[in-house]
């Protein structure tokens, strides 16, 4: 599955200072969809080079890290249950750097 | 180290600058490492061995019996300064089981006892010896024990106040969903709905707490004690400044932190107020104090976040809780935040004058605050809704409540209030009578339907 | 309460806006919680600052006002937002961008080209004031003596003074800085956490200084940090996010944590903390000491020499440690401020400075 994913707000500096990622990611074996769930897992292993914890909390983002997908606030689709599709775009955004 | 010398409210500040005036040397090296330290107080014993130390407090300076007495002289100081028991008195210690309710029950009996022995030695009798219960809010309603782990609790807990004695102290085991008259049937079931209807972790939690301390109450007024002390330490009180503040409850703040609070019915007192945590665990440990284990309930509520945040900035800086308090300490407490004035002549003179004295500072505020009639809060008067435009009964309950209780107890919807209110101790409509700015008796009159009749113990 | 809506939905499905009823949400709001779409938010959001600077009285028509630029996503928003009201409430400000330029090579000569091209983008004067100018040092040539210990503290004191020389400079008659809502309850916090009761009876004004040359306020007293970064993302506005080189891991600090963590299980959590440093009860007499000015540049100060000029003798003397730590130059006040802002890293999230004004 193809999908954009996008750093802002600093947290590209923790993937090398690359702000936009075009992926190309397979759903888990068992699974229908893809869900956010193991997009954060996919991202932790292969894009974030440094500080994995300005990222990731537990098993969900750290909080003050913004997620949106196509531009929607992931709160309002279900969070780590939110289900992508084809081409979708999701975005990372820290709200922790700089003022 | 504590307390950060000068600034420090307890009296610790004498420790401190005798320490720092004599201990200089002696502290550093002891500092380096345990072997060939000596205990900065005494000079003679070695102090308690660092392994056994988890964080902070005084623990790693001194041998065990300048520990201990150090940690007792704190209490008393406490219990003197601010006339929290005079011997007249008849005091409920509220034993949860844990450490520092334990220390408090300890140093409570060891305070009566040596009362007693002088009573007994002196030849006119004169002074009255105090009298001490102890209560236990079983509230199992609320969380999940099962009955068998509950008898094994109530078990050890008859065992460890029998051992208690002389003098024999009373044991009050109450459940918590007791706060419901007498008369009331399936109180149980009440509290438990009740509780349901509270969708908010914490706002249950917090309203558990508020039921207890009426049980608390309720167990006083029934029994003739007039002073309740509670096992409150400087971390609690910690966490309690920080959760109060997250909650909106920074203007009540002051009242539920100081020595003494007057506000109920018989007066809650703090005599471990100045004592850490950790110290509290060590002496249990140290004296073999028995304590009882509850199981303990994971909860994702703010109270547990701010508890596990004071707990990670006290690693940090092991003074950091008194830090927290000392700040909430400088501000402005409530006139409810002392022992009532005694006028009578039975009382002893030095009694009534450290009672003055302690309760000089006080003097500044007014009286008269109306009170949330759920938590029972002093209200912040610029926070209070205009009750004109309240239709039912249960509205203007629901607009006499504080913000946080309207936040995280009452139901959103206010259709749901009426049902809400109906389940609702009756001791909290009489409570909420005695705080003036509304009139809660045509409040009362107005909801008499929902509520169940009153019993014959009820004043 | 997070985990009730853990049921999947489907993205693009969406639900409708609460408000306009018609497009898809794009966004819950922590104030609210009303889900609700981009053009409403947009609404709702500069309708709220406006209602802020009406019911406080920010303002008078004929102002002139300076905004703090740093470049990043609090200011750039503040300016964006403030020229948009200014021209639709006709609020006849002038507005001014004013940035200071520390002198951090690969930091905040990045930040101000962002700056530069707010200048164009909202039509708004910009001056920028330096280190170099003020003080004759850059924070490069500071760093390069004293080390990455106490450099915060050089920083932190010198930008308040440059704001306000900069500020005058400009001869404007207020400050207005991007403190956001999480900012504010963080200072609450970390004010309980320092001891430092004078702070904490004034760190939730929305203006401050009233006393001083020049007055400064926060628009965003009420703002959530989430919605001002939503904002600036929708608006695709141009904001700059790298850390300052000389305090990488300053974000770290464990009281913001704890209000993001706090914000997740309940959002109002931090409008509630703001309300608590309002309303606590704190005796008049606990004030600041008297407020005289410095013998040296006569900025305001209570002692002789304000911090700003105790801290350059050191430097230019070649004692880069006057001023911090243990030094009789200083009295208690001074020692005390500067042990807490040296010794209590690891509890704030950026030590450099802007916080507590």
Known sequence: MQLTVEFGGGLELLCNSVKIHNINIETPKGAQQLAMRDLLVWVQNNLIKERPEMFIKGDTVRPGVLVLVNDCDWELSGQLDTTLEEKDVVVFISTLHGG | ?459 | MAESHAKVQKVGGGRLCCICNERRAALKRPKTLEQICRECFFAVFEEEIHQVIVENQLFNPGERIAIGASGGKDSTVLAYVLSELNRRHDYRLDLFLLSVDEGITGYRDDSLETVKRNEIQYGLPLKIVSYKDLYGWTMDEIVKIIGLKNNCTFCGVFRRQALDRGASLLKVDKLVTGHNADDIAETVLLNILRGDIARLSRCTAITTGEDGPIPRCKPFKYTYEKEIVMYAYFKRLDYFSTECIYSPNAYRGFAREFIKDLERIRPRAILDIIKSGENFRIATSTKMPEQGTCERCGYISSQKWCKACVLLEGLNRGLPKLGIGRTRVLDKDQKKDLKQSIGTKSIASKQCGSLDF
Request: net charge negative; hydrophobic share 35%; glycine share 6%.
């Open chain 2, 1 to 459: 180290m504590a307390c950060n010398g000068s600034n420090c409210q307890a009296n610790c500040h004498r420790d401190e600058d005798e320490r720092a005036a004599r201990s200089d040397d002696v502290s550093s090296t002891a500092a380096v490492d345990g072997s060939g330290a000596v205990c900065v107080k005494c000079k003679a014993n070695e102090p308690i061995p660092t392994a056994a130390i988890s964080r902070g407090g005084e623990v790693g300076r001194f041998c065990a019996d300048c520990f201990r007495s150090n940690l007792f002289a704190k209490f008393r100081h406490a219990v003197t300064s601010n006339a929290m028991i005079s011997p007249a008195d008849n005091v409920l210690v509220a034993f949860s089981g844990g450490h520092a309710s334990r220390v408090a029950l300890q140093f409570v009996h060891d305070m009566q006892y040596k009362a007693q022995k002088n009573f007994d030695a002196s030849r006119d009798r004169s002074l009255p010896v105090f009298g001490v219960g102890v209560a236990f809010i079983d509230e199992s309603t609320g969380y999940p024990i099962t009955s068998s782990e509950m008898d094994r609790v109530l078990g050890d807990m008859k065992l460890m106040v029998s051992q208690l004695s002389p003098p024999t102290k009373e044991l009050h085991i109450f459940p918590v969903h007791s706060v419901y008259s007498e008369g009331s049937r399936d109180s149980r079931e009440r509290l438990k709905e009740l509780l349901d209807r509270v969708s908010d972790a914490t706002g249950k939690e917090d309203l558990l707490v508020h039921l207890r301390m009426l049980s608390l109450q309720k167990i006083a007024s029934d029994n003739g004690y007039n002073r309740i002390v509670l096992g409150s330490c400087i971390s609690r009180f910690a966490s309690h400044v920080l959760s109060a503040t997250v909650k909106g409850q920074g203007y009540s703040l002051p009242a539920d932190i100081q020595y003494v609070d007057a506000r109920w019915g018989v007066p809650l007192v703090f005599p471990l107020r100045d004592c850490l945590a950790q110290e509290l665990s060590m002496l249990c440990h140290l004296d073999g104090l028995k304590t009882v284990e509850l199981p303990n309930v994971p909860c994702s509520s703010i109270n547990s976040l701010v508890s596990s945040f004071v707990a990670l900035l006290q690693e940090e800086n092991p003074s950091r809780e008194c830090t927290i308090v000392r700040t909430a300490g400088k501000l402005t407490p409530f006139h409810f935040n002392r022992i009532p004035e005694i006028n009578d002549c039975n009382v002893p003179l030095a009694t009534r004058r450290r009672q003055k004295r302690s309760n000089l500072k006080l003097n500044g505020s007014i009286s008269s605050e109306s009170c949330c009639p759920i938590c029972f809060s002093p209200l912040n008067k610029a926070d209070l809704g205009s009750l004109e435009t309240r239709q039912s009964a249960s509205d203007v309950f629901g607009a006499a409540c504080c913000s946080s209780c309207q936040f995280q107890i009452l139901p959103q919807d206010s259709s749901d209030m009426e049902q809400f209110c109906s389940l609702l101790p009756e001791a909290l409509f009489s409570r909420a009578k005695q705080s003036n700015y509304y009139d809660f008796g045509s409040l009362r009159e107005q909801i008499q339907d929902y509520l169940l009749p009153d019993s014959e113990t009820d004043p």
